[in-house]
């Protein structure tokens, strides 16, 4: 792929590299996945002046807000602020409440990730109603495209679905919800701060 075919945002490969191998990303791709996910990281931290994006919590809702050293605390009104749904915004608050660090609304290739734990390469992919055939829980043929290519590049996926979501009555449900679906790895990581 030559740099005036390229997408932007998505790595650059000589003419003749292949990014998969039977159906699956080469470890060249990841390698490049995972440096440009570096480098904008490394972007938001020189244009907001902090030492890393943090997006668990927001600020004011006091005993949510956790003070990771050297973390940007995400600051949001309304939706903005990197979230892109109210279930986004609950569920990052919830991964804030259960200190488990991650980006909201980070760019990777023609896409922006909910909630991504870079430690884990996991995006959480929060799964709003319209990404959804009308009053089904089928995935749309665009949201099941999404997820492959995502998963092409090497992420692991955790899904939210709003109707699994919006039924649980308080934090304590959705804490135990997370805990039952995220990778155990990253909630090892989290249990020993």
Do not use: C
């Not at 990281?41 to 994006?53: C, F, L, P």
């Amino acid at each position: 792929m030559s740099p005036e075919t390229a997408s932007p945002g998505m790595p650059e490969t000589p003419a003749g590299t292949f990014l998969f191998a039977h159906g699956k990303p080469t470890e060249k791709f990841q390698s490049q996945t995972r440096e440009l996910l570096t480098d904008k990281i490394a972007q938001a931290e020189k244009m907001y002046g902090v030492e890393s994006v943090y997006g668990g919590g927001v600020e004011g809702e006091g005993e949510n807000v956790h003070a990771y050293p050297g973390r940007l605390k995400e600051k949001a009104s309304g939706i903005g602020g990197g979230y892109t749904s109210h279930l986004h915004k609950d569920v990052s608050r919830v991964l804030g409440m259960m200190r488990i660090e991650h980006l909201n609304g980070l760019k990777a290739g023609p896409f922006i990730l909910d909630a991504f734990h870079p430690e884990t390469s996991t995006i959480i992919e929060v799964n709003p109603p319209f990404q959804f055939y009308a009053n089904t829980q089928h995935y749309t043929a665009l949201s099941k495209r999404r997820h492959e290519l995502l998963r092409a590049m090497g992420f692991t996926l955790v899904h939210i679905p709003h109707q699994s979501w919006n039924r649980m009555a308080d934090d304590d449900q959705k804490i135990q919800y997370l805990k039952s679906h995220l990778p155990r790895r990253m909630l090892d990581m989290h249990t020993h701060k």
